[in-house]
């Protein structure tokens, strides 16, 4: 019987990649949906992800949705996309405060090498 899941994550490949927890985050939810359940995902949109590149829509219901965090009235809103070349759905939490000028050289230097005072 498919199941609708949502897989929430800080990071996946090939959008924000870090540790192994990358590789991880993108083939749950394909193997997951390969068995034929309903998977989406969610996480930050941080900086450096490229909307052009991974062609992030606006999701007009889920745009200045009001929450509160950390005892803060605060508005997000959500961009969508897929990871590509697969039909899994990825959610974007847009946050200016949190996630939006994260340099993509945060973890990584240039030559691909982690960096050693992170």
């Known amino acids: ?48 992800i490229s909307e052009r590149k991974y062609i992030l829509r606006e999701v007009i219901r889920l745009k ?15 961009k969508s996309a897929f990871i590509p070349n697969t039909r899994v759905q990825i959610y974007f939490v847009l946050d200016k405060d949190y996630f939006s000028i994260v340099n993509p050289l945060i973890y990584k230097s240039k030559n691909g090498q982690f960096i050693k005072n992170n």
């Open 1 to 48: 019987m498919a199941k609708k899941i949502f897989y929430i994550t800080s990071e996946m490949e090939p959008f924000a990649s870090t540790s192994s927890l990358s590789d991880y985050s993108s083939s749950v939810p394909l193997n997951l949906q390969s068995k034929g359940n309903d998977v989406r995902c969610l996480m930050p949109k941080y900086g450096f």
């Open 64 to 78: 200045e949705v009001p929450v509160n965090f950390d005892g803060k009235d605060r508005t997000m809103s959500i």
